[in-house]
């Protein structure tokens, strides 16, 4: 009876009842504990029933991929509502001061600014060939950067919402997406500043930056999700993860240029952030990235939406019981 | 038994409902701990699977229909909150089924999502779209939420300077702007100054009357009898007796007279 009742979850079918586990309650109680471990997750599916709202949530250990799929397409669906918190967020953090969300585009300016004086000096460079590079490096890293650091506060931090409301995760994941968006789009006015100062015209190259972007926004999401699954059960993750990062913003060519490598290269080839860098700087700095960066970027991807999508499919459920 | 053969009805069942909650001490929730333990061969397996399993939920089998108002009752830590939560979604089972159909409106914690920087109006708007109304359903409301809350132009400025009296008003108008299919209470919402409650007490009687399916878990009898036709004693996770209000509610109290 044991061996059925747990193997009876996973050959349901959608919308099919098996009344057939239904147990004497002594021998369901008995084996309580061997459940609790076996049927971590539960399917999931949300579905129109005409213009009623079906829902079921449902133990079980499978990849709930339906489920998954779900959440994500439900997310998508309540855009209205991430474009709203994601903007109020940014909002929020400025509100009643006079330059608003500028002030990050005023810090990353100062920032950018005497870094690249006292760097073009350093290396011995031309800071009009060096403050562009450092520039746009650093808007990049910077929006990459905010993905893993703040991935970590991604599901804790909304735990009053997880609690009182079913809303599908994903809605989270695109608000954070979109207030990091918002960011960078101010802290891009520094790009156009430059340009206009050096006289310097990418050209139609450009454009190959957004593509990129595009790119970087879908791993960071990625990336954000899985950081603030793992964060939500361990809770010292977020501490690794910021240490992590400023290690890997030294060793990523952003202050300095690959070509300093030599014959090192390997440093900067094998550096999943350095190829995810260089499909949004270098069309913006007027020049195609390579091709192994193209399909570094696409692996990186593909490996990293099948991972992250894997373990939102097996523990998404968990994610109420976590925070 | 199959929610299909019910169109355009709500109704909501459980099967074999159980939900159990790891307790994540200091210690377990720490990924060195847990690494630790992987590695060591469970050597540590004392420390970092301590782990307490809290059951708050055993085979929950349940099942309501258009017209049913339930009250959940039982004593503190029966699992009444965590029943409604994994009937609106919240927790999915652990094991068994939640079926639901209808739109569920959680009424547990109203003041949700409400920004103190934000003005009346967008907390209405932002409420409105966590409740899942879209942007045209809202404005749609919005008179009739303004009109309740009377708070005029205080809607025009940021809801931190509202007294609690005028924030209860605006949370409660919000949160009953809609008819949804399922309502689940967390005790019954009773709000504001003596001459709002009046009105409030009206709104939320129309209120649940639109709704097809109520789950109230109260420690009231008085308002069990007053809203209910059907109750669930819950106790120690697990149903201990469903049927009618009245015979439920009495076998109840005579049970927690003996103990008394």
């Known amino acids: 009876m044991a061996e059925r009742l747990r193997t009876a979850p996973r050959g349901y079918k959608k919308r099919s009842f098996h009344v057939s586990n239904r147990l004497p309650s002594r021998q369901r109680g008995s084996h309580a504990i061997c459940r609790i471990i076996r049927h971590m997750t539960t399917i999931l599916d949300d579905e129109p029933h005409k213009s009623l709202r079906y829902l079921v949530t449902r133990g079980g250990t499978s990849f709930a991929l339906a489920a998954a799929f779900s959440d994500i397409r439900n997310g998508l669906a309540l ?52 403050l562009p590079y450092l520039c746009v490096g650093l808007l990049v890293w910077n929006l990459i950067s905010s993905f893993l ?77 899985f950081i603030g699954m793992v964060s939500a059960r361990f809770r010292d993750v977020p501490q690794l993860i910021n240490s992590v990062v400023q290690i890997v913003f030294f060793v ?72 | 038994m199959a929610i299909s053969s019910i169109n355009n009805k709500s109704a909501l069942s459980l099967e074999n409902v159980s939900v159990s909650f790891p307790i994540y001490h200091g210690g377990s929730r720490s990924l060195k701990k ?55 979604g919240i927790y999915e089972p652990v094991t068994g089924v939640v079926r639901s159909l209808g739109r569920i409106s959680p009424m547990f914690d109203i003041s949700l999502g409400i920004d103190g920087d934000m003005s009346g109006y967008d907390n209405i708007r932002l409420r409105g779209l966590i409740l899942g109304l879209s942007a045209n359903e809202i404005e749609d409301r919005m008179r009739d939420i303004v009109e309740f809350t009377e708070l005029g132009d205080y809607l025009d400025i940021p809801v931190r300077t509202y007294s609690s009296g005028m924030m209860t008003r605006l949370t409660f108008a919000v949160a009953t702007c809609f008819a949804p299919e399922i309502v689940l209470m967390d005790e019954w919402i009773v709000a504001g100054d003596a001459a709002f409650l009046a009105k409030a007490q009206q709104r939320i009687e129309t209120f649940v009357k639109k709704a097809g399916i109520l789950v109230l878990a109260s420690h009231s009898s008085a308002i069990c009898r007053e809203w209910c036709n059907k109750a669930v004693w819950m106790e120690r996770g697990e149903v201990k007796l469903h049927g009618d209000i009245e015979s439920v509610l009495d076998s109840y109290n005579n049970a927690r007279e003996i103990t008394a």
Do not use: C
């Open chain 1, 79 to 130: 855009w209205p509502l991430w474009l709203r918190l994601g903007w109020n967020d940014i909002l929020q953090r400025y509100r009643r001061s006079m330059l608003g969300p500028f002030w990050l585009t005023a810090s990353m300016a100062i920032m950018v600014i005497s870094l690249g004086v006292l760097y073009a000096e350093l290396f011995n460079t031309p800071i009009q060939d060096f």
């Open chain 1, 149 to 225: 650091l703040e991935g970590g506060a991604l599901f804790t931090g909304v735990e009053s919402y997880i609690k009182q409301i079913r809303l599908p995760y994903s809605v989270y994941v695109f608000r954070s997406g979109w207030s990091k968006l918002i960011i960078f789009a101010h802290n891009f006015v520094i790009y156009f500043g430059i340009l206009l100062y050096f006289g310097i015209w990418p050209g139609a190259v450009a454009l190959l930056a957004i593509p990129g972007l595009l790119l970087v926004l879908l791993n960071g999401a990625a990336a954000t999700l």
């Open chain 1, 252 to 323: 990523t060519p952003i202050m300095w240029r690959p070509e300093l490598l030599r014959s090192r290269t390997f440093i900067a080839d094998f550096n999943p952030f350095y190829h995810l860098l260089e499909i949004v700087r270098a069309p913006l700095l007027g020049s195609l990235p390579s091709a192994k960066s193209y399909i570094a970027v696409l692996l990186i991807t593909s490996v990293n939406v099948v991972v992250v999508g894997a373990f939102f499919a097996r523990f998404r459920s968990r994610i109420s019981y976590w925070v």
């Open chain 2, 34 to 88: 847990s690494l630790l333990f992987r590695g060591s061969g469970g050597q540590l397996a004392s420390d970092a699977s301590h782990r307490i399993v809290v059951q708050a939920l055993r085979n929950v089998s349940l099942e309501f229909q258009t017209g049913d108002r339930v009250a959940l009752i039982g004593t503190n830590g029966a699992g009444k909150t965590t029943l409604l939560r994994a009937m609106a």
